[in-house]
């Protein structure tokens, strides 16, 4: 274990969500019904039970209207729900199954399977956590083109679920009526959920103060976009970061939010090329610094001697590469232990409220940062 601080902020969430580690909202008196929701929705209360069961997916602004009357009416759609929350008032009624679900689609299990240094910690994480809370763990791949909930939730056979890797958000907001939910190292809004994440902005201050350190003034992020609304999108901390340092950019379109694509590390690189002056250090995350790496020594160049880079994830490539990558590493098994406590302290305290903990990782520096003189005309800033 590397002894990452963990930190839990007194507010990510936006105004108009629930406060972190807050208390559980109170059941109103008078439970809404299904016809209570089919009104506020528009539908009918067949459409509503359809939607809530998986049974049928809707049209996507029908099951946007079910979802926010469930939400604005403190809906509990099923017989299982309304169990769940009478144990939760009488705990000691409550008949735990002290399973846990880890869902994930079928291509994380896969790369998991294979070692990848990534998911694959954090399914390591996530067991280890399990055994040492006294839980087992289900491993439920699910295909993101099913619109219906995993078998094992739908059947009321675990306790909790934790997500890895991205699900739509309508199909999230679903499944947070049924149990609490863990997300691991991922993180958006308007969800009941709970988020154990790496503490990005952290990672970001990091990075950057590490170039700024050794002479770098030219600064460049390569990366795919998050969306303008990500409250915590590395290109949106990215350059609070650099306003923070009172640093503009020199070249601020080239490290513009791009397409999430395979062509995404040859775009920056031709139009970096063009650049003058050039950036002297990129940050991006440690995938695309191999590849980009791979491209300046096609192209005659080298790191760090043309170009720095600084990664981030930690991946084992990071290591391997020529020359070996600096790159913040994310502390992944320790993500999906805290995961897991997290969770079973919903289960079993019997509080549902939305929160986030952030893990703080550490930076390994390597041999692709150069030391550089600082420009004259920089010199000040």
Request: with cysteine; hydrophobic share 40%; aromatic share 6%.
């Amino acid at each position: 274990m590397y002894g990452f601080e963990k930190v839990t902020i007194e507010k990510v969430p936006p105004e108009g969500h629930p406060a972190p580690m807050s208390d559980a909202p109170e059941v109103p008196v008078r439970r809404a019904s299904i016809r209570d929701v089919a009104k506020y929705a528009g539908v009918s209360h067949t459409m509503v039970s359809l939607i809530l069961n998986g049974r049928h997916p809707g049209a996507p602004e029908t099951r946007a209207k079910v979802l926010d009357a469930v939400e604005k009416l403190n809906y509990q759609p099923d017989a299982n729900y309304r169990k769940a929350v009478a144990e939760r008032s009488h705990p000691r009624a409550r008949r735990k199954t002290k399973v846990l679900a880890l869902v994930m689609p079928r291509s994380v299990q896969q790369a998991a399977d294979h070692d990848d240094g990534f998911h694959s910690l954090t399914l390591a994480g996530v067991l280890n956590g399990a055994k040492a809370m006294g839980y087992e763990v289900l491993i439920s791949p699910h295909d993101l083109k099913s619109k219906g909930l995993p078998a094992c939730v739908m059947n009321d056979q675990v306790d909790g679920v934790l997500l890895d890797d991205t699900f739509p958000l309508e199909w999230v907001k679903l499944l947070t009526t049924r149990l609490p939910c863990v997300y691991v190292n991922r993180y958006f809004e308007q969800t009941n959920a709970i988020f154990v994440t790496v503490h990005w902005a952290q990672e970001m201050i990091t990075s950057v103060n590490h170039a700024w350190d050794r002479g770098h003034r030219n600064f460049a992020f390569m990366g795919a976009d998050t969306g303008d609304d990500h409250p915590l999108g590395a290109h949106r901390l990215f350059f609070e970061v650099m306003r923070a340092k009172g640093a503009g950019l020199i070249h601020p379109e080239l490290s513009r939010r791009r397409p999430k694509s395979n062509t995404l590390v040859d775009e920056f690189f031709a139009e970096w090329l063009d650049c003058d002056p050039k950036p002297t250090v990129v940050l991006t995350d440690d995938g695309r610094g191999v590849r980009l790496m791979r491209l300046l020594k096609e192209n005659g160049l080298s790191v760090p001697d043309d170009l720095s880079i600084i990664g981030r994830l930690g991946h084992p490539n990071a290591a391997k590469c020529d020359p070996p990558l600096t790159s913040y590493e994310y502390p992944i098994k320790e993500i999906g232990e805290w995961a897991v406590r997290m969770l079973v302290g919903a289960i079993e305290s019997n509080r549902l409220s939305p929160s986030h903990l952030l893990i703080e990782g550490r930076l390994i520096e390597r041999a692709s940062v150069k030391t550089i003189p600082v420009p004259e005309e920089l010199s000040d800033k």
